[in-house]
T-cell receptor
Framework: ETGVTQTPRHLVMGMTNKKSLKCEQH?????MYWYKQSAKKPLELMFVYNFKEQTENNSVPSRFSPECPNSSHLFLHLHTLQPEDSALYLC????????????FGPGTRLTVL | GESVGLHLPTLSVQEGDNSIINCAYS??????FIWYKQESGKGPQFIID?????DKRQGQRVTVLLNKTVKHLSLQIAATQPGDSAVYFCAENIPGNQFYFGTGTSLTVIP
C-alpha cells in the first residue's frame, strides 16, 4: 500500500446527484492532488493543494469542487456531472511541491449515467 | 515506444525474458523522471526515478536509462514475471512545473 487511501472505490451517479470523493494520506506529506484518468489518455492534473492552499486549478469545470481541510485530507465534491466525466479519479500526495515524487491512491472509478 | 504524447499500446514478453519499455519526452528542460506501474483496478505505483544528472539507475530487477541527447527514457525489467503484467508509464518534470505523464504501455507476460 502507498499510504494514500480513497473512498469510495466505485461510484455510480446520475447527472443530477451530488456526491463527494474522499482522499486521505498517511505519509506526512504537505501537497495533495486530484487527477482524472480516462482510457488511453495521460493523467490529467485537476487540482493541487500545498499546505491546504489551492495552488493549481487546471481549468476544471465548476461542477468539480475541491476541498482540503488539512494536509492529510482532500475531497472532491461532484454535482451535475456529465457522462463524459466518467473516469478513474486519482488522488496523490507528495512531500513538498509539484516537483516532488507523487504517491497515488487506488482511485475512485466514477460512472455518470 | 511510449512517449509523453505517443504510445506503444502493448508489449508481450515470455516469462523469464527481459522487458524494455520506452518513453520519448519532448522538453529538454525536464530534469526529473519517474516510471510508474499501474495494475488493473489499482492506482499508479512508483517504481523508480532518475534525475537528469544521471544516465542510469538500478533498482531491484529494474533499470532506468536516460538519454538526454535524444530525449529518451527506458525501463528495463529483468527476468519478467507474471506479476509484472501491468500498464507502465513515464512522467517528466520541468523545474517549477507539474509532472506530465505518458499514456502508458501495457505489458503482458506470457507464462
Amino acid at each position: 500500500e502507498t499510504g494514500v487511501t480513497q473512498t469510495p472505490r466505485h461510484l455510480v451517479m446520475g447527472m443530477t446527484n451530488k456526491k463527494s470523493l474522499k482522499c486521505e494520506q498517511h505519509l506526512g506529506h504537505n501537497a495533495m492532488y486530484w487527477y482524472k484518468q480516462s482510457a488511453k489518455k495521460p493523467l490529467e492534473l485537476m487540482f493541487v493543494y500545498n499546505f491546504k492552499e489551492q495552488t493549481e486549478n487546471n481549468s476544471v469545470p465548476s461542477r468539480f469542487s475541491p476541498e482540503c481541510p488539512n494536509s492529510s485530507h482532500l475531497f472532491l465534491h461532484l454535482h451535475t456531472l456529465q457522462p463524459e466525466d466518467s473516469a478513474l479519479y486519482l488522488c496523490a500526495s507528495s512531500q513538498g511541491d509539484a516537483t516532488d515524487t507523487q504517491y497515488f491512491g487506488p482511485g475512485t472509478r466514477l460512472t455518470v449515467l | 515506444g511510449e512517449s509523453v504524447g505517443l504510445h506503444l499500446p502493448t508489449l508481450s514478453v515470455q516469462e523469464g525474458d527481459n522487458s524494455i519499455i520506452n518513453c520519448a519526452y519532448s522538453n529538454s528542460a525536464s530534469d526529473y523522471f519517474i516510471w510508474y506501474k499501474q495494475e488493473s483496478g489499482k492506482g499508479p505505483q512508483f517504481i523508480i526515478d532518475i534525475r537528469s544528472n544521471m544516465d542510469k539507475r538500478q533498482g531491484q530487477r529494474v533499470t532506468v536509462l536516460l538519454n538526454k541527447t535524444v530525449k529518451h527514457l527506458s525501463l528495463q525489467i529483468a527476468a519478467t514475471q507474471p506479476g509484472d503484467s501491468a500498464v507502465y508509464f513515464c512522467a517528466e518534470n520541468i523545474p517549477g512545473n507539474q509532472f506530465y505523464f505518458g499514456t502508458g504501455t501495457s505489458l503482458t507476460v506470457i507464462p
